[in-house]
């Protein structure tokens, strides 16, 4: 049987959120709140489906 190794001095379970150790106030916030508003279906009616998985592909796995 495996065992992972482990870590006295792990402070949490679990990662961390991003959410959790971004400050209420840090300038992130309304970066993202501008992004989840942009209306994507021009974009998405131009392009074919699999360009648009490309891209989407290749700016989420920076």
Do not use: W
Not at 10 to 28: G, K, N, R, W
Not at 42 to 61: A, D, F, H, N, P
Request: net charge positive; proline share 5%; glycine share 2%.
């Amino acid at each position: 049987m495996n065992f992972r190794d482990h870590n006295q001095r792990q402070t949490a379970l679990f990662p961390h959120s991003f959410e959790d150790l971004i400050p209420t106030s840090h300038p992130v916030r309304v970066v993202d709140l501008v992004v989840e508003q942009l209306n994507l279906q021009g974009l998405i009616k131009t392009y074919k489906k699999e360009v648009i998985q490309v891209i989407i592909q290749k700016c989420c796995s920076k």
